[in-house]
């Protein structure tokens, strides 16, 4: 069932609080030195001073005022951050406290606070099999509320995941180069070229999610399983060992191959599951990005 607007208020309101937190207390600088800004814009012409590069030196302008004088440059900061979060029938799962599609809102709303406190443009976009909703890249605490907002009323639905077609759509609506989070549990196939096209012309980081029910499967003797995103139902007997060690291996070889395709198209991730705190996750991205900034 979709929240009802107090309920969606209240857990809106819970999230800012909590993610707020962290932000200020965890994440602090870190973010601005884990994402690049769009280039390198001049700044300013002022006295060469020892110890400066030389190839800096203006030379029109050090011949008219009689002594050296260099141009400074300064990172362009502004960065367009975009969130792509899976909303179809599996997101609503979850076996602890949380399902899979509070954690994409939990994700969010860290991030674009981040976002937020360096000056970005944040925005979003929602899909199943389709396009579901599209915010374009704002900047402001409005447009963090709105976003996590928009993740938590999503209304639950039968519909599968068609990672192609919001890739596709990326491409259609950022034309400048932006950092996206690819928020989803990617239960589909067939996208890997749109991938890799996406991986070139933005910042991609995939956010994989999962739940720990759904990664072992317990063993509870008989149990009725619905597909969340085809209403279709199966009876299934989880005390056979032989059953649970199939499925577990299935689940391990899917999470494998993500990994590989990921790495083959030199993309960062942030694994996430429901039963796990996200802010662990977020900061090995940072500390990652850091360090390999530092090795040049």
Known sequence: MPLDTKELMRQVARLRIITSRLVDNRLTGAYHSAFKGQGIEFDEVRAYTYGDDVRSIDWNVTARMGHPYIKRFAEERELTILFAVDVSGSQIFGSTQRSKAETAAELACLLALSAVKNQDNVGLMLFSDRIRTYIPPRKGRKAVLRIV???????????????????????????????????????????????????RRHDLICCPISDPHEDKLPDVGLLELEDAETGELYLVDTSNPQFRAAHNREVHEHQESLLRMFRRNRIDTVPLTTDISIIDAVRRLFMQRQARQKRG
Do not use: P, W, Y
């Not at 928009?150 to 400048?176: H, M, P, S, Y």
């Open 149 to 199: 907002r928009e993740v938590l009323a999503a209304e639950e639905t039968r519909e599968g995941t068609n990672i192609r077609c919001v890739l596709d759509f990326l491409a259609q609506v950022q034309k400048r180069r932006a950092v996206v989070f690819l928020v989803s549990d990617f239960i589909d196939t067939g996208f890997e070229d749109a991938l890799s096209i996406a991986a």
